[in-house]
């Protein structure tokens, strides 16, 4: 007679979940809030939360691993937005350390994070984006001359997020401020054609698109202050656009995230023209987790609630280890 023996499967209250949070780029602040938000949230759900605001003091290597070793986590929930948390750097490290982690693996979040690279790709796989062209920083940043899209246009460092040194430029007099705004952040600049339309965002929760939100920022577009202050901009659930128009769309983000490689969760942002034809602005592999974020507010119409949604991508992350072998 064969003695069977059960082993009890952890629970994922068990858990030590690590949230990782700020970081050295441009978005630090922001990564704080997002990290203290996921960190409540994740409280609430019964986790056992361990708080890493990462630092440029831990940027040698063998510092940040030493610093993840002692955490002794079992799995990392990253908070980190732009930089070395969005462009497959983190992702990388943990996969060679085996912490599973929330989110994309490191070819996603790099392609998504280099727009130019994202672009080629989604133009490849018939993804509709915006007309573009990117501008290396050399010599010089008084680059003008060398834009060959018609006004407006609008002008993004290449690899950052928050809408950080953006600019739409309607006047040629304007286009080498802009340009020297974006080089501060980037030794890429993206110059994108201005699409007037409705401004929507996408998010993708596992297989499934989640409602569209429809964004009217009280600027002149959602910039860093209409993102992150409160009644700075509305967002609207359903968007105010057709219900084809709305699947559409959502067919679209799905597409643009699956072409990129994109895993468990991402938000696709979009204009849908005036002729309604929705293009592609950019996939983020990190949203943010803040009290006026995109992600958790769709999450929450789709039956969602912040906790549960936390406590979710934690389970996707420790299932997709076990499931894919990834790492």
Request: glycine letters at 10%; aromatic letters at 6%; hydrophobic letters at 40%.
């Amino acid at each position: 007679m064969k003695l069977k023996i059960r082993v009890e499967k952890p629970k994922v209250e068990a858990l030590r979940v690590g949230v990782l949070m700020g970081g050295w780029s441009p978005e630090r602040k922001i990564s704080l809030v997002s990290g203290e938000k996921a960190a409540e949230g994740l409280k609430k759900a019964g986790l056992a939360v361990t708080v890493l605001d990462l630092t440029a003091a831990d940027r040698p290597e063998k510092k940040l691993i030493a610093k993840l070793k002692k955490a002794r986590l079992d799995v990392a929930f990253i908070a980190l937005h732009g930089g070395y948390g969005e462009n497959g750097g983190i992702q990388t490290l943990l996969e060679r350390l085996g912490i599973p982690y929330t989110g994309s693996g490191p070819l996603a979040c790099g392609l998504a994070m280099q727009k130019a690279c994202a672009k080629l790709v989604l133009e490849a796989n018939q993804v509709p984006t915006a007309p573009w062209q990117a501008l290396e920083r050399k010599g010089s940043v008084n680059r003008a001359s060398e834009v060959t899209l018609k006004l407006p246009v609008v002008v993004k460092p290449a690899d950052g997020g928050s809408a950080i040194g953006v600019t739409i430029v309607r006047k040629k007099e304007q286009l080498n401020q802009a340009l020297k705004l974006a080089f501060r952040y980037s030794y890429w600049v993206l110059v994108e054609k201005y699409i007037p339309g409705t401004e929507v965002t996408v998010g993708v929760l596992g297989e499934k698109a989640l409602p569209v939100i429809e964004i009217v920022p009280k600027n002149e577009f959602y910039d860093l202050d209409a993102k992150y202050t409160p009644g700075k901009s509305t967002h609207l659930i359903p968007a105010r656009i057709s219900k084809a128009l709305t699947k559409k769309t959502q067919e679209i983000g799905k597409k643009a995230g699956k072409v990129l490689g994109c895993e468990d969760f991402y938000r696709v942002d979009l204009i849908v023209s005036k002729k309604g034809e929705p293009q592609v602005l950019e996939v983020n592999t990190v949203p943010g987790m803040t009290g006026t974020s995109l992600f958790p507010e769709a999450a929450a119409k789709a039956g969602y609630p912040f906790p549960k949604l936390l406590k979710h991508l934690t389970l996707l992350a420790v299932k997709k280890r076990k499931t894919k072998g990834r790492f």
